[in-house]
């Protein structure tokens, strides 16, 4: 262990690394984020406005900003300098559940528990299109590495895909049985990887006429909380719950790759 991370006085729900690994941002039922310096654990800045716990937080690509969302019903962008408080981006009417940035930082995803994910201007916080179409809680979201697409993964056992310049919906893709954790797409930017509480990983074809198209199914013994891609040699650490609580990295093998 190299450091503990002490000061939120509630339940931390969300942590980010920095692009550069220098710093750690945390969310918190207390209703705070708070900025760290990995090297020493120090305290850098606690941001406040939120009124509600903190769900999740996320670093734009170069760095220079913060994001975070809450129970409040709104996401929040922030100067990670100063941590001054930039935008207040209001719309949803529940829970906030996740945030991103897009690969170029210009645009910010959210998804809610009212069914929706949102894009948003990162520069104003001007709402850009709204993502409708999923019957339940949005819970996950990712981008194509060129930030021309968007997915959301929902609780209603569904990933959908997006045009992420006028929020057209591309494909819906079925086959999960529970809530949808978390989706990734590959780093060249080909496949889909998804999964769910129950326990399934589902990859699909992200790209070209078979866009949505499975192209494999892997059961592991306990829900999954989170995949990371790790290289176009397609390794992925797949976060496992259950008793142990352990990751595992699994290779994928694609017939004919």
Known sequence: MLATLHGHTGKVTSVAFSPDGRQVLTGS????????????GKLLATLQGHVDAVTSVAFSPDGTKLLTCSWDKTARLWETVSGKQLATLAGHTSIVESVLFSPDGTKVLTGSSDRTARLWEAASGKL??????????????????????????????????WNAAGGTQLATLPGHTGVVTNIVFSPDGRLIMSCDEHGWML??????????GLLGVYVASYEIG?????????MVLADLGGPHFRPHFYHLKLEGR
């Open 226 to 234: 989170a995949v990371y891609w790790q290289d176009n040699e397609h």
């Open 203 to 212: 990859l699909w074809w992200a790209r070209g006429p078979n866009i949505g």
């Open 29 to 40: 039922d207390d209703k705070t984020a708070r900025l760290w310096e990995t090297a020493s």
């Open 128 to 161: 850009l299109a709204t993502l409708a179409g999923h019957d339940g809680r949005v819970k996950s979201l990712g981008f194509l590495p060129g930030g021309k697409r968007a997915l959301t993964g929902s609780f209603d056992q569904t990933v959908r895909l």
